[in-house]
């Protein structure tokens, strides 16, 4: 079993999470192009990792594949960088795989710093739409099958892995575990929410903070809700969410930018600019 993490800008935390891994397991880092301090404490931390250094960056999913491929034994455990596995999280996943055969992703339960839990499942994407934004489900008691897990930590079976090779390449961030597990479940495997093995979650961990950041996320949100619509429900159901999006907007960035640049004017910046580039066929990187 092999342990796979990706990082990016992530100083603040890695020292926490290579601390917190399990011992004695491989570890193969994916490097995105980070210019603080983030591989040279991989390196005096743990210098038998597999450390993987890309100039430029290539998105999480690429990244990710990147690790995967480097990888080896039944089952990779894929982590981010700003989650810390508890005692005996690792175990008990591996536990809960003996007791689901049929499950090709088991993931933890996410805990926040403040001590509350993360909702690290949901229903398929498609049906979120259908349910109140602001709904608040109570913490799971026991193991679930979901239809979505989180990437931020997942034990992936090696066996779901062969059938289901990665994270699509076209994705460079955003929805690619939304994505992952839509073709999980289209190929006969559970993905299942294990109770009792618990990571806590930093959040924010794998991104740079700066203003283009900001941006750059809400670009890719954007693009990447597009193209997972367009590849599983058709070009119709695809323009029936970026016309709206390009409206709305549209109208909305002109005023926040002059009165809120740094957050919601950058935000709908993002956002308009992103469903326009996916609409005129460019790519995401």
Not at 96 to 112: I, N, Q
Not at 182 to 195: S, T, Y
Not at 206 to 231: G, N, Q, T, V
Request: aromatic share 10%; with cysteine.
């Amino acid at each position: 079993m092999t342990i796979v993490t990706v990082t990016h800008y992530s100083e603040r935390v890695i020292g926490e999470f290579l601390t917190h891994l399990p011992p004695g397991r491989p570890l193969v880092v994916t490097d995105n192009a980070s210019r603080d301090s983030t591989r040279d404490i991989i390196r005096s931390r743990t210098p038998q990792a597999t450390l993987i250094t890309n100039e430029i960056g290539r998105g999480f999913g690429n990244a990710a594949n990147q690790g995967l491929v480097q990888a080896t034994g039944d089952f990779i455990l894929l982590v981010n960088p700003d989650a810390k596995l508890r005692p005996d999280c690792l175990e008990r996943l591996l536990a809960a795989a003996e007791r689901y055969p049929e499950a090709g992703v088991l993931a933890p339960a996410l805990h926040t710093p403040a001590g509350g839990w993360e909702v690290s499942h949901d229903v398929d994407m498609f049906r979120r739409a259908e349910m109140s934004p602001k709904r608040t489900d109570p913490e799971p008691e026991g193991d679930i099958c979901a239809d979505y897990v989180s990437g931020a930590a997942m034990l992936v079976r090696r066996a779901a892995l062969d059938g289901v090779p990665g994270f699509d390449p076209a994705i460079f961030l955003y929805y690619e575990d939304d994505d992952f597990c839509i073709r999980l479940r289209r190929a006969g495997w559970c993905l299942v929410r294990v109770a009792d093995a618990v990571a806590d979650h930093v959040g924010g961990g794998s991104i740079k903070r700066s203003w283009d950041k900001h941006w750059e996320k809400f670009w890719h949100l954007a693009w990447s809700r597009l193209y997972i619509e367009r590849k599983y429900r058709g070009t119709m159901a695809m323009w029936l969410i970026a016309l709206p999006a390009l409206l709305r907007f549209g109208m909305k960035m002109p005023f926040y930018l002059l009165t809120d640049f740094r957050n919601k004017g950058l935000r709908d910046a993002g956002r308009f600019c992103g469903t326009l580039a996916y609409l005129i066929g460019m790519k995401s990187k």
